[in-house]
């Protein structure tokens, strides 16, 4: 019974999945992206819906010129958090990296309506105009 002052259960998971993106990110940092998307993969079989997995993933595949697939992962993370303006700015630049300039444009507008003097965007915004 969850009384007045009792606490929620804790997710008996958090500890085991704070370590996997511990073990995730440090295997970009060393640059094995392909034994870093095999256990991010892995690890969204089983919680499907983490943000930062998401990402990473779809920055690995954007690193690797995946454009099409990182643009799915980074969807997938906006579903989350649709106001990450790093996922949105990676998604921006895939968008420019396939020739979808509208597509791109579409996301820096987003941007500025969250961080209206983010210089990235605004660099970016130049290049897809000119």
């Keep these: 019974m969850v009384g ?11 500890k085991k999945n704070i370590e996997k993106l511990k073990e995730i990110k440090k295997l970009v940092k060393e640059k094995k992206y392909d034994a870093a998307l095999k256990s991010g993969k892995d690890f969204l079989h089983k919680v499907p819906h983490h943000h930062d997995i998401l990402f990473t993933m779809g920055g690995i595949y954007h690193l690797q010129n995946k454009y099409k697939t990182a643009i799915s992962y980074f969807d997938k993370a906006l579903e989350i958090a649709s106001y990450d303006v790093e996922v949105l700015l990676l998604k921006a630049y895939s ?20 961080d209206p003097k983010n210089k990235a965007v605004l660099v970016l915004l130049e290049e897809l105009n000119s």
């Excluded at 007045?4 to 958090?14: A, E, G, I, V």
């Design 4 to 14: 007045l002052f009792s606490r929620t259960p804790r997710d008996p998971q958090k």
């Design 95 to 114: 968008h420019q990296k396939l020739g979808e300039n509208k597509r791109a444009i579409q996301c820096c507008e987003k941007i500025q309506e969250i």
